[in-house]
């Protein structure tokens, strides 16, 4: 059975403490390894390179603490209304014609879309990513997310 609890510590304190103070382990005492800090202290976080993959991981988001479990991600912002499967579909079948930005309310850039059959694909492929990321808005500002 997998579990699903994370760690009481957070992202945002793990990250800011790796950015500013990773070299002497500081991020490492936050989340309660307090061996491994102590190793980073002593060689300022193995001349920065230590502290440089730490930091890439806790952005990425496969940081642990002390207990095995995953830091606590940060929360999302508000999703829009518009479904993230029927956005990526009409980008994926109708995306040179702009479809999933009238879907989306974007009218303006769906009819550039439309008029230039989606940047002649390469505007498509970039909507199309950006909505795989989870990066894409709807005409409120809204994210169409997962």
Known sequence: M???STSQKGFV???LLCYFLG???IHRFYIGKIGTGILMLVTLGAFGIWTMIDFIIIVCGSFNDSNGLPIRQPEHPVKSEKGFVPTVLLCYFLGSFGIHRFYAGKIGT?????VTFGGFGIWTMIDLIILICGNFEDSQ???IRQ
């Open 2 to 4: 997998i579990s699903t």
């Open 13 to 15: 304190p793990a990250a």
């Open 23 to 25: 070299s002497f382990g």
């Open 110 to 114: 769906g009819l550039l879309m439309l």
């Open 141 to 143: 500002g809204l994210l």
